[in-house]
């Protein structure tokens, strides 16, 4: 396989989008069936239950005190992303990740990157399909909203863009795109990976996405 093992790291707040962080979790899931060694967990400001968007609850795995190790950590997107933006406890808790640790993020969770700055001079991306709300003014699609909140960042329209440490994707479902990405930047091997989206009859798509990806400059720290 090339390598062994990767701690991925999903954050889970109130209103959270659920494929945002299920879809990523799914594919590490079906990828440790081929490498026990594989981890994904969630995270939330608190160890108590947190209810995602349609009234579905889950339990997270640990809370920002417990400072769980990880290789990479995710930030999905949904309607309290725009609380989330503002939350300076979990800025906190992402700066104090260690330099190796990727940031990565799903749909609008672009935004709390952003936000904080880290994506200034970096190309990053977010949903492009707006909803009902979204597509009438004073609506505006949370790819144009990142615009808004990181002026200095490059806007790309790519499913998936990797600048070396931090890591977007673009609407609800690229975020199995980042579930695979994400076992490519950990090092295991392309035929792994498409056995991974073969057993989850995704390979159709997984074909028709794998290069929807923009890598800019070193993407192996």
């Not at 609407?171 to 490519?184: D, Q, V």
């Amino acid at each position: 396989m090339g390598t062994s093992g990767f701690r991925l790291g999903i954050y889970v707040f109130k209103d959270v989008e659920i494929v945002d962080f299920a879809a990523p979790h799914g594919v590490f899931a079906v990828a440790r069936r081929f490498d026990p060694e594989l981890d994904a967990f969630l995270i939330a400001d608190a160890l108590r239950p947190v209810q995602a968007q349609a009234g579905f609850t889950v339990l997270p795995n640990y809370s920002f005190a417990d400072r769980p190790a990880m290789d990479a950590f995710l930030i999905p997107g949904g309607f309290g992303t725009r609380q989330e933006v503002r939350n300076g406890r979990l800025h906190e808790f992402i700066r104090s990740q260690p330099q190796e640790t990727l940031l990565t993020s799903v749909c609008t969770g672009s935004w709390i990157y952003g936000q904080m700055g880290l994506l200034d001079g970096l190309a990053a991306t977010s949903r492009k399909e707006p909803d009902r709300v979204e597509a009438n003014p004073p609506g505006k699609t949370p790819i144009d909203r990142l615009a808004d909140i990181a002026p200095a960042c490059r806007i790309s329209r790519a499913r998936v863009v990797d600048t070396g440490r931090i890591i977007t994707a673009g609407g609800i479902t690229s975020g199995m795109e980042m579930g695979f990405h994400l076992l490519r930047r950990a090092g295991y091997a392309e035929e792994l990976i498409g056995e991974v989206a073969r057993v989850m009859e995704y390979q159709d798509a997984y074909k028709l996405y794998r290069d929807d990806l923009e890598v800019i400059g070193s993407s192996t720290s």
